[in-house]
Every structure is written in structure tokens, then in C-alpha cells.
């Protein structure tokens, strides 16, 4: 599904990148693709790479180096932070839906 252009997804990334290697463990590449599908077209490593900077430099996602390749997957406190995070927003959607 292709999102309207005034649906800005932006803000809400981290989460996003966090909702996807919560579930399986990617690379940059992978992840923008991913959730660039759901926006209608592919992030640039210019969006993708800095917000997951900001996640490891709060300890909440780490990497693996496979090569050439940082693979990503969520730290403990990644995984406490994207629970909180997904109530929040949960909570959040089902007031607008009413």
C-alpha cells in the first residue's frame, strides 16, 4: 500500500527500524527497502544510516559486521524501549480512531 504524500513517516523511523530488526535481524540496505515499500519508495542511506547512528549511540540496537555488512538486531534495552514504545503509540492510535 502506498502511503498519500502528506503522510510523513518520518518521525516515526526509529521505531520503525526498531519494529523490523525486532523481528529479524537486517542490514541498512535491507531496512530502507523495507520500510521504504510501506512509504512508496526506497529511504536513502542519507535517512536509514544517521537514525540508526542515534539508536546505537542510545544502546538500543547493535550491530554485526558480515563483511562489508553491519547487520542490526536489538539490545535488551532496545527491546524494553520498543515494548514501551509500541504501547505508547498503540494507545495513542486507538484515541484517534475513535
Do not use: W
Amino acid at each position: 500500500m502506498k502511503l498519500p504524500k502528506y503522510v510523513d513517516l518520518r518521525g516515526l523511523l526509529s521505531f520503525q527500524i526498531m519494529h523490523e530488526i525486532k523481528k529479524k535481524q537486517y542490514c541498512g540496505e535491507d531496512l530502507a527497502s523495507i520500510i521504504g515499500e510501506r512509504k512508496g519508495n526506497k529511504l536513502t542511506p542519507g535517512t536509514i544510516y544517521p537514525t540508526l547512528k542515534k539508536l546505537r549511540e542510545n544502546n538500543l540496537v547493535k550491530f554485526n559486521q558480515n563483511g562489508r555488512k553491519k547487520i542490526y538486531c536489538l539490545t535488551k534495552k532496545g527491546v524494553k524501549e520498543y515494548k514501551i514504545s509500541k504501547r505508547i503509540l498503540n494507545s495513542l492510535f486507538k484515541k484517534i480512531s475513535r
